[in-house]
């Protein structure tokens, strides 16, 4: 049963856990001929890495890939690509105090009842650590396909929320929060130290991630539909909660009028449409627009404020969790979101061109 992998012709299986030797990404798929360096990989590895900033868990891994195959001089081969990362700062005398208690909020108590045994360390394989192999996979589809573009930003956190009047795309990468907003930025720093420091708190977020250049007629009807896949993706995300595409949930407040994209004729003969309602998906089928998706991160369950549980004798006990953790992972599951609509579009991508060639139906 392979419930590891993900993915149909560009598919990737993770393994490892959070304070084990290494882990990483078995990347099968990828076409040949694909320029691929570890230093591509790293580039983005570095924006979800731990321990760069005060925001995020002091873990300090350097998460520095090492690729094993599949690649010949610097090109894919068409085989399967391993990718390694070695953990180097592990604290697993810090989950000791654990090791017989389940934490709220965290998997520890289902992987017991599931599987009779489980990794109290860090929370082993249920571990946020294991998404740092989803972003060196995503970051072997983005080589095989640099004219899209993927960007991820915080939109919220916690009740706080971004002035989209103020989105300046320049600025995303210029703050800790990955904020288009600049002065929400500031107020986010201020307001998680606070809930870090003196709350002893966490606070959950909301991620956007937009995919701008995606070919139109991608995707296929019912079961194969673009944005269920996109949807299974960031839902399979570490502490993810609910996904929205385009309008999401807010599209039950609009009528029949607002909601439509109206279409028209551009001037180089392709159509244009007067909004994005949609997310840039009708039908499960892209349309070339900018393709648009969101999920909502629950807060961090691992906090220094006593919560209550339970033993695994079923004796009550009260729960304070040691270690290092991140005030708000929404953070750095920006570009964990981003190496998943990569790996879900390259996907979309070789299906579409294994169905269909490549034809599509002419307009005008």
Known sequence: MSINSFGHLFRFTTWGESHGPALGATVDGCPPGVEISEAKIQHWLDKRRPGQNKNTTQRNEPDAVEILSGVFEGRSTGTPIQLMIRNTDQRSKDYGDIAQTFRPGHADITYHQKYGLRDYRGGGRSSARETAARVAAGGVARAAMPDVQITGYMVQMGEKKIDRSRFDWDVIEQNDFWCPDPVAAVEWEDYLQWLRKDDHNSVGAIIEVVARNVPAG?????????????????????????????????????????????????????????????????????????????????PTSSILSPRKSIRMDGSPTEVITKGRHDPCVGIRAVPVGEAMMACVILDHILLDRGQTGGQRGHIG
């Open 218 to 298: 991608i995707g296929a009807p019912i079961y194969g539909k673009l944005d269920t896949d996109l949807a299974a993706a960031m839902m399979s995300i570490n502490a993810v909660k609910g996904v929205e595409i385009g309008e999401g949930m807010a599209a039950a407040a609009l009528t029949g009028r607002e909601n439509a994209d109206e279409i028209f004729m551009g001037n180089d003969g392709q159509p244009v449409y007067s909004s994005n309602h949609a997310g840039g998906i009708l039908g499960g089928i892209s349309t070339g627009q900018d393709v648009v998706v969101r999920f909502a991160v629950k």
